[in-house]
């Protein structure tokens, strides 16, 4: 059966996070701060208008750039104000969906995409599925982007620069100096750039620099599943310069066909919803976990945005530490997955108050093993 398989398929690894997740079933009562989403229910209001689309029969195929009313919505919000005459939106199923339509529909084989290092785990297979090739930029130690580096790992194959702030998985958020030289930077030498905005509303120290300000030719990601607690609603929306969406909507026709019709009507019932409690209680955890962790003696970032911790090591591989953590009854998950250095591991701090007092009771014990 092997020769029925893909040879794209050995240069495809399975998700480290994935791997934690199934680890996940064989504990009692882990403490999980593993789980990148959020730990707060769905709101009703964007429950009761689903039920309610539900009801209504709106349960077929949608056209393929999703509903008009959601469309219009969100354009009123997010594309209007950029004033951009040649720009489009539409629908996607998950930010993810729109990530790997963007890829496919720009990205021919051996093209390089450049990523900064730390990166979202998905990205280096997403790539390779486009027959790209991943070039990294390291950001360590603060995970800040030096824009120097960035046109150092330049060449005449770089076709695209994924952007992701708030950044999964250290929670930084590029300054407004840093998000315009790297928007000229994209702008000045022909390169897609590709904005991955699906933590925007957690950002704790004031609004989102996106580049699209900088750089209307900006491809932005961006989607619900986060801001709203629905990432198994599978909804996000893409807008950018025409002819790069005319050619993701052409690949959704035969691959998503459309995102889920329901969550589009609770998507539209979403942006309604204040988002600021939400904002509020993970800016009040993540600064009571950075005070905790500091006081153990743990090295971290103290992030901007998003609800993750990258925390070093204290002693062996992040590999080696997160062994451990497991041993001991804690999910988190080792930097590696995310980055080429196995340095780190990830927290999140998308849970409740006690399973936040477990994690660091457990990240006390097990400091000073080594």
């Not at 930029?137 to 330049?154: C, G, H, M, N, S």
């Not at 609603?233 to 310069?241: D, K, S």
Request: net charge neutral.
């Amino acid at each position: 059966m092997q020769q029925w398989i893909a040879k794209r398929m050995s240069r495809i690894e399975v998700s480290g996070v994935r791997r934690v997740f199934d680890l996940a079933r064989t504990l009692t009562d882990p403490v999980n701060l593993s789980i990148g989403q959020p730990h707060f229910q769905v709101p009703e209001a964007i429950k009761q208008a689903t039920i309610r689309a539900i009801e209504a029969d709106h349960n077929g195929y949608t056209v393929t750039q999703g509903i008009a009313s959601l469309r219009a919505k969100l354009h009123a919000r997010f594309v209007q104000p950029l004033g951009h005459p040649d720009r489009e939106l539409f629908i996607t199923s998950g930010t993810s969906g729109g990530i790997i339509l963007a890829l496919l529909a720009t990205v021919n084989p051996g093209d390089e995409v450049i990523c900064f290092d730390p990166y979202f785990a998905a990205y280096p297979n997403m790539i390779q599925i486009a027959g790209g090739v991943m070039v990294a930029v390291d950001t360590y130690p603060d995970f800040r982007i030096d824009p120097a580096k960035l046109e150092a790992a330049i060449t005449p194959r770089t076709k695209m620069i994924i952007f992701n702030s708030p950044a999964n998985p250290t929670g930084v958020v590029a300054d407004a100096a840093t998000t315009r030289a790297v928007a000229r930077i994209a702008r000045e030498r022909g390169i897609l750039l590709l904005s991955d905005e699906i933590y925007r509303i957690f950002c704790y120290d004031g609004p989102l620099p996106s580049p699209v300000l900088d750089n209307d030719q900006t491809l932005v990601i961006d989607g619900f599943g986060k801001a709203y607690g629905i990432t198994g609603w599978r909804l996000g929306f893409a807008h950018g310069p025409r002819p790069v969406i005319e050619e993701m909507l052409k690949l959704q026709q035969f691959s998503f066909v459309c995102a889920p019709s329901p969550s589009q009507y609770g998507a539209e019932a979403a942006l309604d919803v204040d988002t600021q409690p939400y904002v509020d209680d993970y800016r009040r955890k993540r600064d009571w976990l950075c005070e905790q962790l500091a006081r153990l003696g743990y090295e971290v970032v103290v992030p901007g945005g998003a609800f993750y911790l990258f925390v070093r090591a204290p002693w062996g591989s992040g590999s080696e530490f997160v062994t451990e953590a497991i041993r001991n009854n804690l999910l988190i998950i080792p930097g590696g997955v995310f980055s080429r250095r196995d340095t780190h591991f990830r927290i999140s701090y998308a849970a409740d108050e006690r399973t936040l007092q477990r994690g660091v009771e457990i990240l006390r014990a097990i400091r000073q093993r080594r």
